[in-house]
């Protein structure tokens, strides 16, 4: 059983909206932080969002007032609506997460194109 499994990318135009998802495995326990990260093509992998088990949120400022992540803790997932998109947002996006016993999974990642 794949651990985390993300959802919900792919192409829109500028302007335009997505929302990704992201559900861990109901094996996985304890999660304390559950985030997203983006990798654009040539680029290092970089934070996009994060939140902890408490509900406290953190966000990359070239995405702030446009993509809010929120969690189901009953459900083990994450979510990350993102507006206003911008062709620089263009990037694989990966979910990953971090339990309370150290432990980290990241996801297989998730294409999302914003073009015109």
């Known amino acids: 059983q794949v651990p985390v499994v993300e959802s919900g990318g792919g192409l829109v135009q500028p302007g335009g909206s997505l929302r990704l998802s992201c559900a861990a495995s109901?094996?996985?326990?304890?999660?304390?932080?559950m985030g997203w990260y983006r990798q654009a093509p040539g680029k290092e992998r970089e934070l996009v969002a994060t939140?902890?088990?408490?509900?406290?949120?953190h966000y990359a400022d070239s995405v702030k007032g446009r993509f809010i992540i929120s969690r189901d803790n009953a459900e083990n997932t994450v979510l990350l609506q993102m507006d206003s998109l911008k062709p620089e947002d263009t990037a694989v996006y990966y979910c990953?997460?971090?339990?309370?016993?150290?432990?980290?999974?990241w996801g297989q990642g998730t294409q999302v194109t914003v073009s015109s």
């Open positions: 939140i902890g088990s408490g509900g406290t949120t």
């Open positions: 109901r094996s996985i326990f304890s999660i304390n932080i």
């Open positions: 990953n997460l971090w339990t309370f016993t150290g432990d980290d999974y």
